[in-house]
């Protein structure tokens, strides 16, 4: 039950307040909750205030609290006001997904069960307020946040949780995977791959350690970035055609794209995805790769570079054929190169619109130079 406010309007405009004691209930044919009126206290401005608050201390008296009346501080003293609202929302996609369920069955011991706390405590600051996890633990976890389950995380266990995850990555990608592909119902019959690079503000790169079980990761090498003045680490993601997160890598920053194919390859042999086609772009296309691709039957697009003299320009972009159009700017044809085993099938694509675009580009360019040029014959004369 709760104390309803409604108004009336009366002709000459003005307006006339009533309370009313109302509860919830619900209706079947409405098929929705409507208010029952209980008792009718009349108009707001005929209504003895000093009633009212005898009524709401009698209710109070019963659970042996007195209320706080005209601004003055009662027994029930308000301490904290937690936001949890996004921390809710997470907690639940959480559990949806059973993420904690399979961290937790990779815990060897009591110890190690925290872990999965840890774990969710900074992706759910990640996602919400990033920080690090030296302010997460001190301000974010300690102070702003309510997180039921975690109040026994240390420091320590933030770290740790990172090596945990590193250790089981593998079955807890797959076991996530899985779960969401039957959520959503994905299509997994094409996993697109690339990778990246993410650079760190430190001057030297990573040496190998004796005692060290992995191999130097932070090196310079090819910066997607531009920076080149620091060390890297080189990131891979396969994802479905709907960018559902497949599963990722991480290699050291000294790893060129094309030799990351192989690894990919064998990592995603054992999830049995089915008849999928990986796609890849120019910087994943090598004879090597290519083969290894195939093997097993396996189906790949890869994009192709083109270079002065070589097939592509010679004999794809040389043949003749009719264009299917695909949409307004794209239009596509087939081109087979070789005979046997060894035919290499090249899918040409052609955007008018880019096209047109780049036309006109080029031909600002040249009158640009014929400019240029003009200026200097003049001044030499």
Known sequence: MYLRSTKRSNKDGSEVQYYQLAENVWDPKRKCSVAKVVYNFGRADQVDPESLRR????????????????????????????????????????????????LR???????????????????????????SKLYCWEQWLREDVFLPGARA?????????????????????????????????????????????????????DEQQDYALSKPLRKRGYAKNGRTDAPQIVIGLAVT????????????????????????????????????????DAGMNSADNRRRLSLGNGKYILGSRMRAGDEVTKDVLGRSGRYKVVRDNL????????????????????????????RQHRDKVIAELDAELSTMQQSAA
Request: charged share 30%; glycine share 6%.
């Open 241 to 280: 055609r709907d960018g559902l997160p497949v599963r990722s890598w991480v290699f050291s920053g000294d790893t060129s794209d094309v030799t990351t194919v192989d690894k990919v390859k064998q990592d995603l042999r054992g999830w049995r995805l089915g008849r999928c086609v990986f796609v890849g």
């Open 105 to 131: 069955s990779h815990a060897a011991t009591k110890h190690q069960a925290i872990f999965e706390r840890a774990l969710f405590v900074m992706v759910a600051n990640r996602c919400l307020s990033p920080y």
């Open 153 to 205: 995380i240390e420091l320590h266990h933030l770290y740790l949780a990172m090596d945990f995850l590193e250790e089981h990555k593998a079955e807890v990608e797959k076991a996530i995977y899985f779960k969401m592909a039957d959520l959503m119902n994905a299509d997994v019959d094409v996993v697109f791959y690339d990778t990246t690079s993410l650079h760190f503000e430190i001057d030297e790169e």
């Open 55 to 102: 009524l709401a201390k009698s209710i109070q008296r019963v659970f042996g609290e007195e209320p706080t009346v005209d601004g003055q501080a009662g027994e029930l003293d308000l301490r904290d006001s937690w936001p949890y609202g996004g921390v809710y929302a997470l907690e639940a996609l959480w559990k949806e997904l059973d993420i904690g369920d399979v």
């Open 331 to 358: 239009r596509v044809k087939e081109v087979s190169v070789g005979d046997g085993e060894r035919r290499q099938r090249y899918v040409v694509c052609h955007n008018p619109d880019e096209q047109a675009r780049q």
